[in-house]
């Protein structure tokens, strides 16, 4: 672009299903400089609470996009949020503002009055940004240009939650706690599986209920339905190793917890393992399985002949409980989750309105 010459903006709005969707799917591609092994990953959206799909089109070439999603069910600090996701945008920080602003414009319009982000629609879909550079991405992890979140700290949001990723690279060490839990699980019954790929759509389903019951009442917690889980969990199955799926249930085959890993595709040299879930019923009586279940799974990684597990996503205020009872490692990578309140009638400065071609 000539220097001096104002770049002019249009919004397209759509939603899938549309003609124009996509175009909203293509602005990966557009925004990335080089076609990434990741960047499929990049259009997976929450269709339950999808509720605008906004591209940013600039001199007739996209430049950015971002999804707002209405979940009734997401509160924070026990008040309803919007969420904006799907975000990706070229470094401009005018392309960022107005693509932003134009989002704000639509949750004012729906009523709501504070918004989280990156979040694509439920805490089962992509959310946070990296906001760490230098380690290799790992198999599934989020990626982005670390600019984004210079973008959304200077439009004016700030921290709503930090999360760790922590390699942890001890699996040869065992817990004589879980030891000893296990020994008194066992004798009420448990038992451990691994999942069936060839009943693996059925499995899904198990895990969605299960999940959808016992996660009630943690941090950001919405239910999702099965289309959703179905359409997140089922695209991975060629890449599971069942022996890395485990499923804990009692003599009557009741599920009573699972953890889900995969192994590590992107790091060839070693054998790695990530944590993607770990869930345990909200029963006392079953308090500890959690850490059981880790034990479990690291007896598998050392009888498999892996050298880590990455435990993925861990919420900072978490952390430390987590690393008493049924995680360890090092710091591995840090992640971002913004939010900020949306102020009634919020509509673009007058400014940048002016960059907006009419029509």
């Known amino acids: 672009m000539p220097r001096n010459q104002v770049m002019r903006y249009t919004f397209l709005s759509t939603l899938p299903g549309e003609t124009d969707f996509e175009r909203f799917e293509?602005?990966?591609?557009d925004v990335y400089p080089y076609?990434?092994?990741?960047?499929?990953?990049?259009?997976q959206y929450n269709p339950d609470y999808l509720h605008a799909a906004i591209v940013l089109v600039g001199d007739e070439q996209p430049v950015g996009r971002v999804a707002v999603y209405l979940n009734p069910y997401l509160e924070v600090e026990g008040k309803p949020a919007a969420a904006i996701g799907n975000y990706e945008c070229i470094d401009s920080d005018e392309a960022s503002r107005l693509l932003l602003g134009k989002a704000l414009e639509v949750i004012a319009e729906a009523g709501m009055h504070y918004v989280i982000g990156p979040f694509n629609g439920s805490v089962w879909d992509e959310y946070r940004f990296v906001s760490s550079p230098a380690a290799p991405n790992y198999f599934l992890e989020p990626f982005n240009p670390l600019y984004y979140n210079r973008q959304f700290k200077a439009f004016g949001f700030g921290e709503a939650a930090r999360f760790v990723s922590h390699l942890d690279q001890d699996v040869?060490?065992?817990?004589?706690?879980?030891?000893?839990?296990?020994?008194h699980f066992k004798a009420r019954g448990l038992r451990f599986r691994s999942v069936d790929l060839d009943r693996y759509e059925a499995e899904l389903r198990?895990?969605?209920?299960?999940?959808?019951?016992n996660f009630k009442g943690t941090w950001l917690f919405t239910p999702v339905s099965w289309e959703a889980w179905r359409a997140r969990y089922l695209p991975i199955k060629d890449y599971i190793d069942p022996r890395f799926?485990?499923?804990?249930?009692?003599?009557?085959?009741?599920?009573?917890?699972?953890i889900y890993c995969l192994r590590d595709y992107l790091h060839y040299q070693d054998y790695w393992l990530v944590s993607v879930l770990l869930a345990r019923k909200q029963d006392p009586a079953w308090a500890g399985l959690g850490r059981v279940l880790v034990?479990?799974?690291?007896?598998?990684?050392?009888?498999?002949?892996?050298?880590a597990i990455i435990?993925?996503?861990?919420?900072?205020?978490?952390?430390?409980?987590l690393k008493t009872t049924v995680m360890g490692g090092e710091h591995y990578r840090t992640y971002m989750l913004y939010g900020m309140p949306v102020p009634a009638g919020f509509r673009l400065a007058p400014e940048m309105q002016e960059l907006v071609a009419a029509g």
């Open 26 to 29: 293509s602005v990966p591609r």
């Open 295 to 307: 034990h479990e799974m690291f007896a598998r990684v050392r009888e498999a002949g892996f050298d």
């Open 245 to 258: 799926v485990v499923i804990a249930e009692d003599e009557q085959g009741e599920t009573l917890g699972i």
């Open 311 to 321: 435990h993925a996503f861990m919420r900072e205020e978490d952390l430390a409980r």
């Open 172 to 183: 040869q060490s065992v817990d004589p706690k879980a030891e000893a839990q296990l020994a």
């Open 206 to 213: 198990t895990m969605h209920a299960f999940c959808m019951e």
């Open 35 to 43: 076609y990434h092994r990741q960047v499929a990953q990049k259009n």
